[in-house]
């Protein structure tokens, strides 16, 4: 479910591991380097803290921390409001997003998953693509559909909101893996929610904690 293996191409990041005790794997003819143990919190740092004040350094690992759960929880909660739970929101609040929703044709269930394989298919041209068309195309991407759907009636603009901030959340991390196993807990989240409720994300993040502190590596 979570990466335990750290791979870098960065030299200072190699050579910093050893000197705290663990193990890198060079393999011929491959750039990059493995780094072993993997931890956790190992996928939330980055190796330019090292070279900050301490106090800046430990405020951004927190942001990335807050970072991880949002892009992990916002949509589940979102759906779990909107389908189970509405009692919850201020009654102003609510019948805003009621008058948003007219005409929406799909739940918000489906309306978060089309959003979000949306923005990672622009997430994957971004990489894919040169640095300076590949930025043009993510941003002028996000803008042309989601103005688009809204105004199409496809989606509404709370549902375009809600994952845009899951998804610049995300942008916060920059391990392949990590985002992989992110991608994963969030639709395991998703459908937990629109089954479940509420109910479905506390268990599903039960899930993932037992998971996480019973990884070996």
Do not use: H
């Not at 800046?56 to 949509?75: E, G, H, K, V, Y």
């Not at 990489?127 to 996000?142: F, Q």
Request: glycine share 6%.
């Amino acid at each position: 479910a979570f990466p335990r293996v750290l791979s870098t191409e960065r030299p200072d990041l190699s050579c910093q591991a050893l000197l705290n005790g663990k193990t890198i794997i060079m393999v011929e003819n491959s750039p990059f380097v493995l780094i072993i143990p993997g931890l956790f919190f190992d996928f939330l740092k980055s190796p330019e803290d090292n070279y900050e004040k301490p106090l800046n350094a430990s405020f951004t690992r927190i942001l990335r921390i807050l970072s991880f759960f949002i892009t992990i929880l916002t949509p589940a909660i979102y759906i779990t409001i909107m389908t189970y739970n509405a009692e919850i929101i201020p009654d102003k609040l609510l019948m805003s997003l009621a008058i948003q929703r007219q005409g929406v044709p799909f739940p918000s269930v489906v309306s978060v998953l089309l959003l979000l394989t949306t923005f990672e298919i622009l997430r994957e041209s971004d990489i894919r693509m040169p640095n300076l068309m590949g930025s043009s195309i993510g941003i002028v991407g996000a803008l042309v559909l989601g103005q688009a759907a809204v105004e199409a009636g496809i989606v509404s603009p709370i549902t375009i909101i809600i994952v845009g901030i899951s998804s610049v959340a995300s942008l916060a991390f920059s391990s392949i893996e990590l985002i992989n196993s992110i991608r994963w807990w969030q639709l395991i989240l998703i459908i937990l929610a629109s089954l479940f409720g509420f109910i479905g994300v506390v268990f599903g993040l039960i899930i993932m904690i037992a998971i996480l502190v019973s990884q070996k590596s």
